[in-house]
């Protein structure tokens, strides 16, 4: 039950924490977020844990982000997720797959996560390569 509360607190203290300038392409972050398209429509996310210590996240609340001039600016997404944080052990990875909105315009995209890195401290934004959108 204790764990259960922990981790409650956990994910209620993540749903308050302000907002973090993602990290993208920089070789000296540990955990990475990179893309895969899986089809027209669907994109598989992976994170790896390349830190030597496991890292809280939860894929399903990563963020679609258009690039309009110099600026990332969200996608409006009608996901649902639970506000579960899982666990990723060192050297291991994790993948969701994401569902692209429809009708999204011609451009450079990404996707930004939140990890807990490590695990139960803040939390640190990181970003996919953008990739285009035909």
Not at 17 to 24: R, Y
Not at 58 to 67: A, E, F, K, P
Not at 117 to 134: C, D, H, S, W
């Amino acid at each position: 039950m204790k764990i259960f509360i922990a981790g409650l607190a956990l994910v209620v203290a993540a749903c308050t924490l302000p907002p973090v300038a993602p990290q993208a392409g920089n070789s000296n972050v540990a955990v990475r977020l990179g893309t895969e398209r899986v089809s027209a429509d669907v994109i598989r996310l992976t994170l790896d844990n390349g830190a030597s210590t496991p890292v809280g996240y939860n894929l399903c609340t990563s963020t679609l982000q258009r690039r309009t001039g110099s600026e990332w600016i969200a996608v409006p997404s009608e996901d649902v997720c639970t506000m579960q944080l899982h666990s990723l052990n060192p050297g291991r990875d994790a993948t969701f797959e994401k569902r692209l909105p429809s009708g999204l315009p011609s451009g450079e995209y990404r996707y930004v996560t939140s990890v807990e890195n490590p695990m139960g401290t803040a939390q640190t934004a990181i970003a996919t390569e953008p990739f285009p959108i035909r």
